[in-house]
C-alpha cells in the first residue's frame, strides 16, 4: 500500500439534506489543515458531496453537476471513481434533494475506514478510532431535532465523542445551502463556517455557528420585549458600560440613538426592531460583550 502523506485528508463527515426546508450541508472535522478548503461541496436544489482520504476535489462539482442530471448518489460515485486510477485511495459521501445517499469507501484507506447510509444522509470517515465514530454520527442525525445545521453539528460532535480521528484533530467545517439563503438572498450559500486550525475545532465551529446564527438568523416572537422596566434599567446599564452612554439618566430618544449606534456598530441590523422593542438575544450579547 502507497502512503500519500501530504495528500491525506483523514476525516469524518456528515452530508444530509432536511426535506421540510430543503436545506443540504456538510459537516467535516479531520487532522488537517483547512479541511473546509476541500471536503464539503453543495448545491441548492441538487446535493452534497463530502470527498476525502486522497481526497479528489473534483468529485465535489462533478458529483453536483451529475446530480443535477438527475444521476442518483449511488450512480454518480460509481460513474467518478470507475476510471479513477486513485479510487481504492478514495472516500467520498452523497446525497441528492430526494433524500438518496450512498457513500464509498476504498480498499486502500487506512484503518478504521468506512461509511452507513440512511434516509436523507451519508456518515464516512478514514483513521478514525473505531467504526463507532460513524455510528454515532448516523445515530445522532436520525434522532436529533432542530435546524439542519443543528444536527449536522450534533452529529460531528457525536462523531468527536466516540473516537474521532485517530490522529487528533485541527480544523472542522460546516457548509448549508438553500435556495437564497446567501447574503442578501443573491445565492445559496445559507452557512458556510470554517475553522482552519485549533485545539478544539468542533467546539470553535459551534461557537462561530452560533454568533452566525445570532447575527443574521431572525428575532423570534417570543424573543421581542418592550424597553422599559427591568429590560430598559439593563439596556442603560449596558450601554454606559460599553461606552454608548456617559450616564444610565438619559432621555428616551438619547437611549434610542445610542441603541442604534450599538446595533449597527455590531452588525446586527437583521434583528434591528422598532423604537421602543428589543431583541432579548441582542440583549444577552451586550451582557456578554467584553469592553
Known amino acids: 500500500m502507497r502512503k500519500y502523506s501530504k495528500e491525506l485528508v483523514a476525516t469524518f463527515s456528515i452530508v444530509g439534506y432536511d426535506p421540510e426546508t430543503e436545506e443540504l450541508g456538510v459537516a467535516v472535522q479531520s487532522k488537517f489543515l483547512g479541511v473546509g478548503s476541500v471536503v464539503p461541496w453543495a448545491k441548492a436544489g441538487v446535493g452534497a458531496v463530502a470527498t476525502q482520504s486522497l481526497a479528489n476535489p473534483s468529485y465535489g462539482p462533478y458529483g453536483i453537476v451529475l446530480m443535477d442530471q438527475g444521476m442518483p448518489p449511488q450512480e454518480a460515485i ?3 471513481t470507475k476510471d479513477d486510477p ?3 485511495m478514495r472516500q467520498v459521501g452523497m446525497v441528492n434533494a430526494k433524500g438518496e445517499a450512498a457513500t464509498f469507501t476504498g480498499e486502500n484507506c487506512y484503518n478504521w475506514a468506512g461509511g452507513v447510509t440512511g434516509p436523507n444522509y451519508a456518515a464516512q470517515g478514514n483513521i478514525l478510532v473505531s467504526e463507532e465514530t460513524v455510528h454515532s ?3 445522532t442525525f436520525e434522532t436529533s431535532e432542530g435546524s439542519l445545521a443543528d444536527r449536522l453539528l450534533a452529529a460531528l460532535q ?3 465523542a466516540a ?7 485541527q480544523s472542522a467545517a460546516l457548509y448549508v445551502v438553500k435556495e437564497h439563503g446567501g447574503y442578501g438572498g443573491y445565492n445559496d450559500r445559507y452557512i458556510d463556517l470554517r475553522v482552519d486550525e ?3 475545532p468542533i467546539k470553535e465551529l459551534d461557537r462561530i455557528y452560533r454568533l452566525q446564527q445570532l447575527y443574521f438568523g431572525t428575532t423570534k416572537p417570543e424573543n ?4 422599559k422596566g427591568d429590560v430598559k434599567e439593563e439596556l442603560l446599564q449596558q450601554l454606559k458600560r460599553l461606552e454608548y452612554l456617559p450616564t444610565v439618566h438619559v432621555a428616551d430618544n438619547i437611549l434610542h440613538k445610542a441603541f442604534t449606534a450599538f446595533i449597527h456598530q455590531e452588525n446586527f441590523e437583521e434583528r434591528e426592531l422598532e423604537q421602543g422593542k428589543i431583541d432579548l438575544e441582542v440583549l444577552d450579547f451586550m451582557k456578554n460583550k467584553q469592553v
Request: proline share 0%; aromatic share 4%; glycine share 16%.
Open 78 to 80: 460509481e460513474f467518478l
Open 86 to 88: 486513485e479510487h481504492s
Open 137 to 139: 454520527m448516523a445515530k
Open 158 to 160: 457525536a462523531g468527536q
Open 163 to 169: 473516537g474521532g480521528d485517530k490522529r487528533g484533530k
Open 198 to 200: 485549533h485545539d478544539e
Open 224 to 227: 421581542i420585549a418592550e424597553i
